[in-house]
């Protein structure tokens, strides 16, 4: 780590380039520019952090800011050519889906669940079932008391048939819809679902035009349930640098390359906080036994649509292990990182801390 300390500044001298508040996306990769002596120096005290951090291996870096990338690293034995794991970060991708075919007319956000599916309803259909819609997917309020994700993960996994739309159907809701949040992976399959249900193909080939290929992002790869549904939340890889243009989209109001991609009137909703939160798995009234407030935690700052508010006014596309798309409009920043780290609020600290404060 200490060679890779040295060898930094020479690494962050990237090609010069006139700043300004867009990309220019016109070829497969985004603009360099030199980064400032301050976050030269950032960046090393970021690497020094990280040589003695106990819980965070990280394994890339993208530092974006007026729409150029001032400083990159890859750690770890990762290069940028790597597909990593995006885990949760995939729902960003799964939203933005249904955010394009609203704007087709396709889908609305009040639009039952159930309506989507009526060959794959339980013999009888609760109250709280047939009230679920849409919007409670994708704010992760659809009524369930506990995330039944890794049930069925493991369910399927002995079944190769296992119907995942027919098996989220049959669960109890045991609250009313809209109004008790509980992080839930299969929430967004089921939002996969009605995309591939609407539109005739699964999220992942109804993107690839839309998203991907405006975006010059190429070579990905997202799993499939048996029936070909993309998992939705779950099993999309990417490269760092893709993660930073859709971080750049979002930040750029959905524009790219002068063209508007995706509605800025989606975008700016679903980088808004819906709902108050809690991280996934833990309940409301664990916070303070685990010492966790507003204060110190990005998993308490709201949840918007697929994503989390987080501290200093911004959002994230956030993935288990330390996946981030970190997004803060008032320094016109986008960081994208990969990691397999045990405490990835520790890694979100010296991110802010070293990084974030130097832009």
């Known amino acids: 780590m200490k060679k890779i300390l040295f060898g930094f500044l020479s690494a962050m001298l990237l090609t010069a380039a ?3 508040n867009q990309t220019n996306e016109t070829g497969d990769s985004l603009e360099r520019a030199e980064p400032s002596a301050e976050l030269v120096a950032a960046m090393d005290r970021y690497l020094a952090a990280l040589d003695t951090a106990q819980g965070v291996t990280m394994h890339s870096i993208m530092v974006m800011q007026h729409g150029k990338v001032l400083a990159e690293r890859w750690l770890n034995g990762w290069t940028p050519d790597s597909l990593h794991v995006m885990y949760s970060v995939s729902k960003t991708f799964t939203a933005t889906a249904v955010g394009l075919a609203i ?3 396709k889908i609305s956000l009040t639009d039952k669940v159930i309506s989507f599916f009526p060959d794959k309803l339980p013999e009888q259909v609760s109250d709280n079932l047939a009230a679920m819609t849409v919007w409670d997917l994708l704010t992760m309020t659809a009524g369930h008391d506990v995330d039944h994700t890794y049930e069925a993960m493991r369910a399927a996994a002995q079944d190769p048939q296992f119907d995942w739309v027919k098996n989220f159907l049959s669960y109890p809701v045991e609250h009313k ?33 839309r998203l991907f290929e405006p975006l010059h992002i190429s070579g990905i790869t997202w799993s499939e349930t048996a029936d070909g549904i993309n998992h939705g ?3 999309l890889y990417l ?4 993660m930073a243009k859709m971080g750049q989209l979002f930040l750029q109001g959905g524009q790219w390359n002068g063209k508007q991609i995706v509605p800025a009137a989606w975008i700016a909703e679903a980088s808004k906080k ?9 309940r409301e009234e664990q916070l303070e036994s685990l010492g966790m407030t507003k204060a110190n935690s990005d998993w308490l700052q709201g949840y918007c649509y697929q994503m989390w508010r ?10 288990a292990n330390g996946q981030f798309i970190l997004v803060h409009p008032d320094k016109d920043v986008v960081i994208a990182c990969t990691s397999n780290s045990r405490n990835t609020q520790k890694e979100l600290n010296l991110i802010f801390d070293n990084i974030l404060s130097a832009l």
Not at 183 to 204: C, D, F, H, P, R
Not at 239 to 242: I, N, R
């Open 177 to 209: 819809p809209g109004e008790f949040y509980c992080y839930n992976s299969i929430a967004t399959l089921m939002l996969s679902a009605i995309v591939q249900k609407v539109e005739g193909e699964n999220v992942m080939s109804y993107l690839q035009p």
């Open 103 to 105: 704007e087709e007319g």
């Open 239 to 242: 490269k760092t640098e893709d």
């Open 18 to 20: 006139v700043a300004c």
């Open 233 to 235: 939340g779950w099993g």
């Open 310 to 319: 987080t501290r200093y006014n911004g959002y994230r596309a956030d993935g």
């Open 274 to 282: 819906q709902v108050e939160c809690v991280p996934a798995g833990i």
